[in-house]
């Protein structure tokens, strides 16, 4: 381990290039130094690459206009130009490029989905050999300026069974209501809980978090010798249950899972406006991948409980069919059947 440990920070990007550089103006007024930006395009297609290079040359201006609590976090706008090295990684591959630029931009040339995409990066960081941790953020959150020293003193000060650590996840809309502190699966009803989502944050989890199934996938650090252990994201899931995949493998690779109070990171959490049309076509889309998810994760973790999910799945597939949308009986057979139909993606 380095005097003053590297992390290696990943943003996956997908259309909203926007939150990307809201995050971006973020990231580097932390007041921890030692760090690379590595920003992952899953083939947008809206030049999206190009609009961050853009801002990043100091080309471009992007007016934000976050809650009065989050100002300080984004404006006034950072000094420009930032150095930046656009890779064009066409394959995963742990032979590209190295660099010493502050941000990366590794464009792939299809959308791979959370892991897939997140992987690309995972596999360019291994191939650097330089770094000591990695801090996985969605794109469209906001971190305060010690939330990554905070991380880095946890992991510092922790023994060597420490595997991942989850930020205090704050509503970026909302920023005194929690979103979670990290999540929790109840095995027998196939549900996930995140705990303290909605609640007023008055520091009831900062003393006594707990015990944690999951880090919540928006903001997850994790050592390069756990990374080394458990190996990448699983890209079985394209979207949804990732983190919850990657969470099991750790404590089952006699690690745990750790929260750190004082790494607050707000999250918009899809604020994405799209027509009625799109937004239902999404929904369901949502909705598949939760329920095939959730049946694929239990039969590669829990398979003598796959008949209890298959029964709760179909369950709430027709639920939903009743009291919402009677497409939602459209999902039941490719979910059931564990479909990887890319109609889907």
């Known amino acids: 381990m380095t005097a003053t440990p590297k992390v290696y920070i990943v943003l996956l990007n997908y259309r909203n290039w926007e939150d990307t550089v809201e995050c971006l103006e973020s990231i580097f007024r932390l007041e921890y130094a030692n760090f690379q930006v590595v920003v992952v395009d899953n083939a947008s297609g809206n030049e999206s690459?190009?609009?961050?290079?853009?801002?990043?040359?100091?080309?471009?201006?992007?007016?934000?206009?976050?809650?009065?609590?989050?100002?300080?976090?984004?404006?006034?706008?950072?000094?420009?130009?930032?150095?930046?090295?656009?890779?064009?990684?066409?394959?995963?591959?742990?032979?590209?490029?190295?660099?010493?630029?502050?941000?990366?931009?590794?464009?792939?040339?299809?959308?791979?989905?959370?892991?897939?995409?997140?992987n690309l990066a995972l596999k360019w960081i291994n191939g650097q050999k330089d770094g000591d941790y990695i801090w996985v953020l969605n794109n469209d959150t906001v971190v305060t300026p010690t939330a990554l020293s905070a991380l880095v003193n946890h992991f510092e000060s922790s023994d060597n069974q420490?595997?991942?650590?989850?930020?205090?996840?704050?509503?970026?809309?909302?920023?005194?209501?929690?979103?979670?502190?990290?999540g929790q699966l109840h095995l027998w009803t196939a549900s996930l809980k995140q705990l303290g989502d909605g609640e007023i944050d008055t520091g009831q989890y900062?003393?006594?978090?707990?015990?944690?199934?999951?880090?919540?996938?928006?903001?997850?650090?994790?050592?390069?010798?756990?990374?080394?252990?458990?190996?990448?994201?699983?890209?079985?899931?394209f979207l949804y249950f990732e983190e919850l995949d990657w969470c099991t493998r750790i404590k089952r690779s006699g690690m745990r899972l750790g929260f750190e109070p004082n790494s607050v990171v707000y999250h918009k959490q899809g604020a994405i406006t799209q027509s009625s049309g799109e937004q239902k076509h999404l929904h369901l889309r949502f909705m598949f991948f939760k329920f095939r998810n959730t049946l694929l994760f239990y039969k590669k973790f829990f398979p003598g409980l796959m008949v209890p999910a298959y029964l709760k799945i179909t369950g709430r597939i027709l639920k939903g069919a009743i009291l919402h949308n009677r497409h939602y009986l459209r999902l039941l057979l490719p979910v059931l059947t564990l479909s990887k139909n890319n109609d889907w993606q």
């Open 49 to 118: 690459s190009h609009c961050v290079v853009e801002w990043a040359k100091g080309q471009r201006t992007i007016e934000f206009t976050p809650p009065e609590q989050l100002q300080q976090f984004v404006q006034p706008a950072i000094d420009k130009p930032i150095e930046t090295e656009v890779i064009n990684a066409t394959v995963l591959s742990e032979s590209l490029p190295q660099t010493d630029a502050p941000l990366i931009l590794l464009q792939s040339n299809k959308n791979r989905g959370f892991a897939g995409g997140n």
């Open 162 to 182: 420490l595997g991942m650590l989850g930020s205090k996840l704050r509503y970026y809309h909302f920023p005194e209501k929690l979103q979670a502190v990290g």
């Open 206 to 237: 900062d003393q006594s978090t707990p015990a944690l199934d999951y880090v919540i996938g928006a903001a997850m650090f994790i050592s390069h010798k756990t990374l080394a252990k458990v190996g990448l994201l699983s890209e079985d899931y």
